[in-house]
C-alpha cells in the first residue's frame, strides 16, 4: 500500500511569490491535515480537510489556504511569500475518525528567497 | 486548552542503555495520545498510540510507553538504545472534537553514543 505523496519535496521560491504543494493520501483515506515546521515554532497545524470540506483550521492567515478534491488529493497554496514562510510543510493522511492514527508524508521544504 | 510539553530538548544515551523521552499533557478529556519520530530529511512517523484500554501501549522498534492518567503523563521508554534510534522524537495529543487536529510537543532530539 502506497503512503502518503508529497510533491515536490524541495522549492526555492522569492518573496511575494505564490506556492501550491499537493499532497496525495493513502489509498481509502478521506482526512488530509497540513502542518507547518520550523525551527523556532515546531510543529503547527495549518488545516485539515475531509470528503472535500475543510473541518478545522490553526491559527495562520488567510495567505495561506488549501482544498481537496474528490479523489482526497489535497493542495495547499501560499500567496504573497514572506521570508517567514520558509519551513517543511508536512501532509498527513488518515480514515478521519478521532482514534484513528495520522500517518505523514515526507514534506516539501520551502525556502523563500 | 490541550496541551503538550516534553521534558528535555536534547538527551543522550550510550548504546544499550534504557531510553526514557518524557511527555505531559494537558487535557479536560481523556486524550488520544501518540509518539513520533523524525529522521533528518524525514517525515514522522508514528511510533504507537493511545486510545482507550489498555495503558501500556507496545510500539515499533520495541519503543513502548504508559498512559498515566494520574500523572497526567505518556513517557516513551526503550530497554536497550541502538545507533539507529538517534533521531527527533515528538508527543502528540489530538483534540477531542477536533478531529484531526494533533498538538505536539517541541521535540525532544535523542543522541546514541557507542
Known amino acids: 500500500k502506497a503512503g502518503v505523496t508529497q510533491t515536490p519535496r524541495y522549492l526555492i521560491k522569492t518573496r511575494g511569490q505564490q506556492v501550491t504543494l499537493s499532497c496525495s493520501p493513502i489509498?481509502?483515506?478521506?482526512?488530509v491535515s497540513w502542518y507547518q515546521q520550523t525551527p523556532g515554532q515546531g510543529l503547527q497545524f495549518l488545516f485539515e480537510?475531509?470528503?472535500?470540506?475543510?473541518?478545522n483550521k490553526g491559527n495562520f492567515p488567510g495567505r495561506f489556504s488549501g482544498r481537496q478534491f474528490s479523489n482526497s488529493r489535497s493542495e495547499m497554496n501560499v500567496s504573497t511569500l514572506e521570508l517567514g514562510d520558509s519551513a517543511l510543510y508536512l501532509c498527513?493522511?488518515?480514515?478521519?475518525?478521532?482514534?484513528?492514527?495520522?500517518?505523514f508524508g515526507q514534506g516539501t521544504r520551502l525556502t523563500v528567497v | 486548552a490541550q496541551s503538550v510539553t516534553q521534558l528535555g530538548s536534547h538527551v543522550s544515551v550510550s548504546e544499550g542503555a534504557l531510553v526514557l523521552l518524557r511527555c505531559n499533557y494537558s487535557?479536560?478529556?481523556?486524550?488520544?495520545l501518540f509518539w513520533y519520530v523524525q529522521y533528518p530529511n524525514q517525515g514522522l512517523q508514528l511510533l504507537l498510540k493511545?486510545?482507550?484500554?489498555?495503558?501500556l501501549v507496545k510500539g515499533i522498534n520495541g519503543f513502548e510507553a504508559e498512559f498515566k492518567k494520574s500523572e497526567t503523563s505518556f513517557h516513551l521508554t526503550k530497554p536497550s538504545a541502538h545507533m539507529s534510534d538517534a533521531a527527533e522524537y515528538f508527543c502528540?495529543?489530538?483534540?477531542?472534537?477536533?478531529?484531526?487536529?494533533?498538538?505536539f510537543g517541541a521535540g525532544t532530539r535523542l543522541a546514541v553514543h557507542p
Open positions: 493511545y486510545t482507550t484500554g489498555a495503558t
Open positions: 502528540a495529543v489530538r483534540v477531542s472534537g477536533g478531529y484531526n487536529k494533533l498538538i
Open positions: 480537510y475531509f470528503s472535500e470540506t475543510q473541518r
Open positions: 498527513a493522511s488518515s480514515q478521519g475518525a478521532e482514534n484513528t492514527e495520522a500517518f
Open positions: 487535557s479536560s478529556v481523556p486524550p488520544y
Open positions: 489509498s481509502g483515506h478521506r482526512s
